[in-house]
C-alpha cells in the first residue's frame, strides 16, 4: 500500500522536477499548435518521455499514450492532457508569448501537459513500487480538444482506454487560488453543441420590402425568439442556453438579401436532454420563420455530453489533494456550462476531473478563452503532484472503482 511517507518521497521527486517543467510549459506556451496539428506539441513529449525509460505509443496523426509499470497491471490509471491551443490573439506581453500569430494556449492546456508529464516522470522514478503494487498508469495527451465532438473520442478508438479502469484529468482554474483544487461528484461541466441556421429566401430593395421575404427580419426573430421559446419548452432545472456567436446577413444597407446565417452554441446540464433535444430545436426554429416565408436550414452538430464524475474518482482525488497540496486545498465547485471532451472517456470507464487553481492569491481574476490569460507557474507542479498521488491511490491504498 501507498504510504504518507512515499507521498512524501514523491513530492521531493516532483520539487526537483519543477524547474525544468516550468520551461517545458514555457516552450509549449511560445509554440502553440490548433486541432489535429499539434505535431511539434507530440513530438516534445515524446521525446522526454522515452528519455525517461517510459513506453510510448505514437497515435495516428498526432498526440499519443505511454505506459508506466507493469506491462499487465491488476489496476490501471489513465492521466490525461490535451494537447491543442486556440485560435485567439495573446495579449500578455509574456516573453514567452505565442510566436505563432493568432493561436495561443489561452485555456491552459500547455499546463495540463506539462502537469501529466511531471506526473508521470515522478512515477517512472518510482516505477519499481508501481510493479509491485500491480499499478500500471497510462499517460493519454490526445489531440483535438477545443473541436466537436473532441478528439477524446480519436484516442478511444485507437484502443486508449483498453485495460483502463479509472480515469483523471486536471481543468485550469484561475478563479481558485493556485494550490486549490475544485472538485465535484457527478456532472462538472455541460453539454456543448454547435448550432448554425441558414435563412434563405426572396430579396430586393429595402424600399419594398413588401415583395420581398425579408430575410434579415426574420433572422433577428430568430436570434432572439428561438431562445425565448427554448426555454419554456424544456425544464428550467436542465439549465439549457442557446446563446449566439455569429451573426452574417447582406452587404448594402439598401439591399434585403436572399439569404443570411447564425450561428452559436447550445448548452445544458442534463444528459437526457441533450440526447433529444435536436428535434424540438428543429421544430422552433420552423415556427418562428413560417409567418416570413423564408426557409431555414438547421445544422446542429452535437459536441460532448457533461462531464459526469464517478463519487469514488473524487474521493479519491480528494484524497491526494489533501495529502500532497494540504488539508484545506480541496473544495467545492459548481457545475460548470463549460463543454468538455473528458466526457468521452467517463462514459466508458469511472473517472473524475478536478479543477486545478492558477490564480496568484490576490492577484487579478483572468477568464479563458481569452489573450490575456495568465496563470501561476506553480500550478504546474500542484497539478502533478495531484495527479501523481491519485493515480497511486490518493495516498490510502487503491481500489478499483465500480463500473
Request: glycine share 12%; proline share 5%.
Amino acid at each position: 500500500m501507498w504510504t504518507p511517507a512515499d507521498s512524501a518521497v514523491l513530492g521531493e521527486t516532483l520539487a526537483a522536477l519543477e524547474d525544468e517543467l516550468i520551461v517545458f510549459r514555457r516552450d509549449l506556451h511560445a509554440h502553440p499548435e490548433l486541432a489535429h496539428t499539434e505535431t511539434r506539441t507530440t513530438t516534445r513529449v515524446a521525446t522526454r518521455l522515452t528519455a525517461a525509460g517510459v513506453r510510448v505509443h505514437p497515435l495516428t496523426g498526432t498526440g499519443l499514450i505511454a505506459d508506466i509499470g507493469p506491462v499487465d497491471p491488476g489496476h490501471r490509471v489513465a492521466l490525461r492532457a490535451d494537447l491543442d491551443a486556440l485560435r485567439v490573439d495573446e495579449r500578455t506581453g509574456l516573453p514567452f508569448a505565442s510566436r505563432n500569430d493568432g493561436v495561443c494556449h489561452a485555456c491552459g492546456h500547455d499546463v495540463h501537459i506539462a502537469a501529466v508529464l511531471g506526473a508521470g516522470l515522478a512515477l517512472q522514478e518510482h516505477a519499481d513500487s508501481l510493479v509491485a503494487q500491480g499499478i500500471g498508469v497510462r499517460l493519454i495527451f490526445q489531440p483535438a480538444e477545443e473541436v466537436t465532438p473532441g478528439g477524446a473520442i480519436e484516442v478511444i478508438d485507437q484502443g486508449g482506454l483498453a485495460a483502463v479502469d479509472v480515469i483523471f484529468s486536471i481543468h485550469c482554474d484561475p478563479t481558485q487560488d493556485v494550490g486549490r483544487v475544485g472538485l465535484r461528484d457527478g456532472a462538472i461541466t455541460a453539454a456543448a453543441d454547435t448550432v448554425t441556421i441558414t435563412l434563405s429566401g426572396r430579396g430586393g430593395h429595402t424600399s419594398r420590402p413588401h415583395l420581398t421575404q425579408d430575410l434579415t427580419y426574420a433572422l433577428g426573430k430568430v436570434l432572439t425568439d428561438v431562445p425565448a421559446v427554448l426555454s419554456r419548452r424544456v425544464d428550467p432545472r436542465a439549465g439549457v442556453a442557446l446563446v449566439w456567436g455569429t451573426v452574417h446577413s447582406g452587404s448594402a444597407e439598401n439591399v434585403i438579401p436572399s439569404t443570411g446565417t447564425v450561428s452559436g452554441t447550445l448548452r445544458m446540464l442534463d444528459a437526457q436532454l441533450w440526447e433529444d433535444v435536436g428535434p424540438l430545436l428543429e421544430e422552433l426554429v420552423h415556427a418562428v420563420i413560417r409567418p416570413y416565408g423564408v426557409a431555414a436550414k438547421v445544422e446542429h452538430v452535437r459536441g460532448a455530453p457533461p462531464v459526469v464524475n464517478d463519487p469514488k474518482a473524487v474521493a479519491r482525488l480528494r484524497a491526494a489533494a489533501e495529502l500532497m497540496l494540504g488539508p484545506d486545498s480541496a473544495q467545492s465547485t459548481l457545475q460548470s456550462l463549460g463543454g468538455e471532451d473528458f466526457a468521452w472517456y467517463v462514459q466508458a470507464v469511472p473517472g473524475a476531473m478536478a479543477r486545478l487553481g492558477t490564480r496568484t492569491p490576490g492577484g487579478t481574476t483572468y477568464d479563458l478563452h481569452q489573450g490575456d490569460l495568465v496563470v501561476d507557474e506553480r500550478a504546474v507542479v500542484s497539478g502533478a503532484k495531484l495527479l501523481a498521488a491519485t493515480a497511486l491511490g490518493g495516498g490510502t491504498g487503491w481500489q478499483t472503482p465500480t463500473h
